[in-house]
């Protein structure tokens, strides 16, 4: 299949859910249209008739963000419900045990409904689990982040923007979400560094590239039928030469990455710049904010600047 557009699907006089189709460009802004007409005169009411077959006591409330929206859960007879309130209390994705409420970015929801995934915006009205069975929804999606948020269609990755609308027009055999305006991607068998713009920033003639920290990528090359880790900047810039024998994942907490060279363990830091020593002959990773490591057969506790701490 190939994707023509980006659709807004009116089901009814409900509000407008944001999923694909294989519909014209003309046909989806007819859709859109629509949709428009249909919401100014038909306004939506919201209910909490679905809330009411649930012990108020049992719903649990998470913190609402800027726009008062708010995910709700709660389980029932062993079986597990997701939705969304908005700011006065009001039901707005119902309770379900058939959806996951994935991210709620302003006015805007990504929830997963059973194997697909779909863009809600909140602030048009309340929607039922019919409305979200009608639309065909994306393989898988992920949040908005810099402005653009990454879609899978039939394995053909590609990033849609604020308005769901495609972002520009190439797809990627695999892709990574934006952060600080960088993403990684894969095209023609080949990692690329991506702007939000489209724009290929750099190739990355590596065997393998892996997300790290917001700052930087691992990259692995087969050297002497070994593999060997180094790190590139977000501009594609090697930081450090292939030297790693192994390292480990990004610590967001301490800001910390584990690597090992020559039989020795020590710490990169976020933009991979050695910060603790190789030297332990063995480093487990950093757990709530320390690491127990072993030095010349003595096993302590450090803290992310490599000082040694108290049990």
Not at 123 to 135: L, N, Q, W
Not at 141 to 162: E, K, M, T
Not at 188 to 215: C, F, H, M
């Amino acid at each position: 299949m190939i994707l023509r557009s980006i659709i807004a699907t009116v089901v009814m006089s409900t509000p407008l859910l944001l999923g694909c189709s294989e519909e014209s460009k003309f046909q989806a802004s007819a859709n859109n249209d629509q949709g428009k007409n249909a919401r100014r005169s038909e306004p939506l009411q919201t209910s909490n008739a679905n809330m009411q077959s649930f012990a108020p006591s049992t719903i649990r409330t998470e913190p609402r963000n800027e726009r008062g929206f708010a995910k709700i859960s709660t389980r029932k007879d062993e079986v597990y419900y997701e939705g969304i309130v908005d700011a006065q209390g009001d039901e707005v994705v119902p309770l379900s045990s058939r959806l996951l409420v994935n991210d709620i970015t302003g006015a805007l929801a990504l929830i997963q409904f059973e194997r697909k995934f779909l863009f809600v915006p909140l602030d048009a009205g309340s929607y039922s689990e019919g409305d979200f069975a009608s639309v065909v929804g994306f393989q898988y999606a992920q949040p908005h982040r810099c402005g653009l948020a990454l879609v899978c269609v039939n394995d053909s990755w590609f990033y849609i923007n604020s308005e769901c609308q495609r972002a520009f027009e190439a797809s990627f055999q695999f892709a990574e979400s934006f952060h600080q305006n960088r993403a990684l991607v894969m095209l023609d068998d080949k990692y690329r560094i991506l702007e939000t713009d489209g724009n290929i920033v750099a190739e990355l003639n590596y065997d393998q590239v892996s997300p790290q920290s917001d700052w930087c990528w691992q990259v692995i090359n087969k050297k002497n039928g070994k593999y060997k880790s180094g790190f590139v900047d977000l501009d594609g810039n090697q930081i450090t030469d292939l030297i790693f024998d192994n390292v480990g994942y990004y610590d967001p907490e301490v800001k910390r990455i584990r690597v090992y060279m020559d039989e020795r363990f020590g710490f990169v830091d976020e933009r991979a710049k050695l910060v603790i020593p190789l030297k332990y002959e063995y480093a487990r990773p950093f757990d709530r904010g320390t690491a127990r490591v072993t030095l010349d057969g003595r096993t302590f506790l450090i803290d992310p600047s490599g000082n040694e701490v108290p049990e």
